[in-house]
């Protein structure tokens, strides 16, 4: 039995629906003789389309149903009636997923935004019914056309999670434990590394109503760009991270190096992606609390050049924390909900109040009536000045 709960790579079937036949009958009825032709046309297919959905993260659904099949149109029949088009089926998908070409592994659509949608297998369309046959030389035809077939691909389905900010450490470093400081979400955090079995991502409240989202990306291991420890599974989720936030741990914990950890991080994104490096990017030094991390923060500095911000993830109401949310929101810039702002096109208040203003002067210049008009009104008699 199918047991896992997060999917982030899925093959399906898709098939548009084929297209109702044409009909071939003709009118029969009292009073009529010689009705002639009236077979009306067949439904079209319908399409399979995919849409952008924020209320999902994984592509579960498609796991467990991979058979995309849209209806099928309907046949023709007398009295020219149209046969009913097959309805569409539309599959949400989350926000992120890319649609290749299972057997050439071309890319066919990139879904990236809430309700983007991209039909991805087009209908077949209806037959012709003999009604479109007839002439004054061929006045009874019996010929009629099938409905065509609907386009029918095999898709792989990839998610890569998008999020503005992308939480990149070894394994063990506290990239979850941050997630829970600075957000409301619940990931599974634990004193053994390898916590963290697929991205996590939650969001970064602030008092004006802003929002930022954070993914919690599984601990990347040297080789992880090869594929080692799964690694380009999870490094494809980073790629459309916005700001990428380097956790080290700074304590050693686990018997490593700190500026090791951050100089091999470099290198694994580098190989992976290189412009990737080019992205703003925070450093942060965790477990802060621990005796070790002042020494290793020296050292740490001197071998890379880099100065981190220091935090420990045990006071999610501390000054690390709060620094880190406040330089995510200075290098992201995200606009409160609720805020409106205006198109380039369209004109700002300053100048809808000159426009009135100038408006009004017209108007006031255009209402004034001058003596030499006054004089020359035939309505009114009134003395000339010359006499």
């Given at each position: 039995m199918?047991?896992?709960?997060?999917i982030?790579?899925v093959v399906?079937?898709a098939?548009?629906?084929?297209?109702?036949?044409g009909?071939g009958s003709?009118?029969r009825?009292?009073?009529?003789p010689?009705?002639?032709?009236?077979?009306?046309?067949?439904?079209r297919g319908?399409?399979v389309?995919f849409?952008g959905s924020?209320?999902?993260?994984?592509?579960?659904?498609?796991?467990?149903a991979p058979?995309?099949f849209?209806?099928?149109?309907?046949s023709?029949?007398g009295r020219k009636?149209?046969?009913?088009?097959?309805?569409?089926?539309v599959?949400?998908?989350?926000?992120?997923?890319?649609?290749?070409?299972?057997?050439?592994?071309?890319?066919?659509a990139d879904?990236t935004s809430?309700?983007?949608e991209?039909?991805?297998?087009?209908?077949?369309?209806?037959?012709?019914?003999?009604?479109?046959?007839?002439?004054?030389?061929?006045?009874a035809p019996?010929?009629?056309?099938?409905g065509?077939?609907g386009?029918?691909?095999r898709?792989?389905?990839e998610?890569?999670?998008?999020a503005?900010?992308?939480l990149i450490?070894?394994p063990?470093?506290?990239?979850s434990?941050?997630?829970?400081?600075?957000?409301?979400?619940?990931p599974?955090?634990?004193?053994?590394?390898?916590?963290t079995l697929n991205?996590i991502?939650g969001?970064?409240e602030?008092?004006?109503?802003s929002?930022?989202?954070?993914?919690d990306?599984?601990?990347?291991?040297?080789?992880?760009?090869?594929g080692v420890?799964?690694g380009?599974?999870?490094l494809k989720?980073?790629s459309?991270?916005?700001?990428?936030?380097?956790?080290?741990?700074?304590?050693g914990?686990?018997?490593r190096e700190?500026?090791s950890?951050y100089?091999?991080?470099?290198?694994?994104?580098?190989?992976?992606?290189?412009s990737m490096?080019?992205?703003?990017s925070?450093?942060?030094?965790?477990k802060?609390?621990?005796?070790s991390?002042?020494?290793?923060?020296?050292?740490f500095?001197?071998?890379?050049?880099?100065?981190?911000?220091?935090?420990s993830?045990l006071e999610?109401?501390?000054?690390?924390v709060?620094?880190?949310k406040?330089?995510?929101?200075?290098?992201?810039?995200?606009r409160?909900?609720?805020?409106?702002?205006a198109?380039a096109?369209?004109?700002?208040t300053e100048t809808?109040i000159n426009?009135?203003?100038?408006s009004?002067q017209?108007?006031?210049?255009?209402d004034?009536i001058?003596?030499?008009?006054l004089?020359q009104a035939?309505?009114?008699?009134?003395?000339?000045?010359?006499?």
């Open positions: 199918k047991t896992r709960k997060f982030d790579h399906v079937h098939r548009a629906g084929r297209g109702g036949d009909s003709f009118r009825e009292a009073f009529a010689l009705g002639g032709p009236d077979g009306g046309d067949g439904g319908g399409h389309i849409r924020h209320d999902l993260d994984s592509l579960i659904a498609l796991y467990f058979q995309l849209a209806e099928h149109g309907v023709g029949s009636m149209h046969g009913r088009n097959g309805d569409d089926l599959v949400p998908v989350p926000c992120g997923t890319e649609i290749f070409n299972a057997e050439t592994g071309e890319l066919m879904i809430d309700g983007q991209v039909l991805m297998a087009r209908g077949g369309g209806g037959g012709l019914g003999n009604v479109h046959f007839k002439s004054s030389t061929h006045q019996t010929e009629h056309t099938p065509a077939a386009d029918e691909f898709l792989r389905l998610l890569k999670i998008i503005d900010a992308g450490g070894f063990n470093a506290g990239k434990s941050l997630l829970r400081a600075v957000s409301k979400a619940q599974q955090v634990a004193g053994y590394p390898f916590t991205p991502v969001t970064v602030y008092d004006d109503f929002r930022l989202s954070v993914a990306i599984p601990g990347i291991i040297e080789g992880a760009s090869s420890g799964l380009l599974r999870f989720h980073i459309r991270s916005s700001v990428l936030v380097y956790v080290v741990d700074m304590a914990v686990d018997n700190p500026w950890d100089n091999t991080l470099c290198r694994e994104i580098s190989q992976y992606d290189a490096l080019e992205r703003p925070l450093v942060l030094a965790n802060m609390d621990l005796p991390a002042r020494d290793n923060l020296e050292c500095i001197q071998e890379t050049g880099v100065s981190p911000l220091c935090l993830t999610p109401a501390g000054r690390g709060s620094e880190f406040t330089m995510l929101k200075d290098i992201l810039k995200p409160p909900r609720g805020s409106w702002e198109d096109d369209e004109p700002t809808q426009s009135a203003d100038a009004a017209q108007s006031a210049a255009a004034f001058t003596d030499e008009a004089r035939p309505f009114l008699d009134l003395p000339n000045a010359e006499n």
